[in-house]
Every structure is written in C-alpha cells, then in structure tokens.
C-alpha cells in the first residue's frame, strides 16, 4: 500500500476550475494510476480532502503507485509525495492508542414494509453521527478512548475522546444518475483517540475504509501513534 499526498493549487483558479464536485476529484484520483488504465484493472483508491496549516491538500492511499506528473495535475508542482505504507500496518497491534482523523458518510437504510429494497438516509444530527462511528467502531477493530472521569456539577461522568471538527455537505454529479441533478453527499470529519481492540480487523479498515461512498473522498481513516 502507497499514502500519498500533493497540495491542491487553490491559488490558481484557472488550473483547477474543473474541481466543483466530488466527481471531479475522484476523477483527478483515477487519472493518477494511468498503469491500471492502460491495463483495465483497476484498483480501490481511497482519498479525502484535509485542510492544514491553510492550505488544501489531496491524500490518497493505494495499492500500487500514483504517477506523480498526473498527481501534481491540479497541484502545485513539486508538491506530490509517494511513500510506502505497508511498514506501518505490519507494526499496528492490539492495545495500541492512536489518534485518528476520518472523513466519512454516516448513513442509515430503511426497508419499507413489503419491499425487499432499502432506503439510505444520512444521520444529520451530531448525536446521530457520533453513535453511527461508534457502532462502526466495533465493527472495525476498534474502540473510541474513553477520558478518565472528571467531576461536573452534574456528577461525574467519562466523555469519549472524539469530535467531530467538520459537517457539510458535498455535491456530487453521477454520470449514472438518469434524472441528471446533483447529488448531496453528508461529509463528517472525526477526530479524536481510539484503541486497537483486533489489529487484522482495523488494518482492514484502514485499507478498505469505512462506511459508504468510498470512490468520492470519503471513508478513509489516518492514524498516528498516541504521544
């Protein structure tokens, strides 16, 4: 696996024009592997948008490399950075605190009385998007770090160390979608401590991502090693 970064050249308004929607990116981010196109086997390729230090940068993690010509597309010119992520995900264990960083779609389906079909929804309240990571937590190899208890004029009670730092919604065109309108897409950004309770099962899910809309930036968990 490949982490790869290249900031996006937000100054230049003529070279990134075309980025208006979620679809652009993830084009930006197919058009990186020109390998697997040329080869017709495509790979997943996780991706997210961070804001740091006030400037926009894409992260992308892959199975194989990106073309850092194609990745610097709609970036700065020397900015794209290429590094193997496999080390890291051999040395997760069980036990292990980190603080991590998601980007995600929370969601939930409805099946209808008589239908086999379901119905997905956002959770669109900040109490329903924390309990949606939550329950993926314990899907996914890990547990949100619970702070030691602390004295409150109410009693004492034991937060969980996590937040979420960022709610919008982000548009998106489907080149499938036959009516032809846009498609808004609720985009959560987590932050916070969680521990590793099974350390194949969360690998997995820094590989894999988490929850739905992968292929439009969302999904994609980054971890650093707590203190």
Do not use: C
């Amino acid at each position: 696996m490949y982490l790869s970064r290249v900031e996006v050249d937000t100054n230049n308004r003529a070279k990134i024009k075309d980025l208006t929607h979620l679809g652009a990116y993830h084009n930006w981010v197919e058009q990186s592997f020109p390998d697997e196109i040329a080869a017709n086997q495509r790979t997943r390729h996780l991706w997210r948008i961070d804001q740091l230090g006030g400037k926009k940068y894409l992260l992308v993690l892959s199975e194989n490399q990106p073309d850092k010509e194609r990745l610097e597309h709609y970036g700065v010119a020397g900015t794209a950075m290429v590094k193997s992520y496999d080390q890291f995900l051999d040395r997760i264990q069980t036990g292990q605190v980190f603080q991590f960083r998601l980007v995600a779609n929370p969601t939930y389906a409805v099946t209808k009385a008589g239908e086999t079909k379901h119905q997905i929804f956002p959770h669109v309240t900040v109490e329903q998007q924390r309990g949606w990571l939550m329950k993926k937590a314990d899907k996914n190899g890990f547990a949100i770090v619970t702070n030691p208890a602390v004295d409150t004029d109410d009693g004492i009670f034991s937060p969980l160390a996590f937040d979420i730092v960022d709610r919008q919604y982000q548009i998106l065109h489907r080149n499938k979608n036959k009516s032809g309108r846009q498609v808004k897409l609720s985009q959560v950004t987590f932050e916070g401590l969680l521990q590793v309770t099974d350390a194949d099962v969360f690998r997995n899910a820094l590989t894999h991502g988490i929850g739905r809309e992968k292929a439009f930036g969302m999904g994609m968990m980054t971890v650093i090693p707590e203190g």
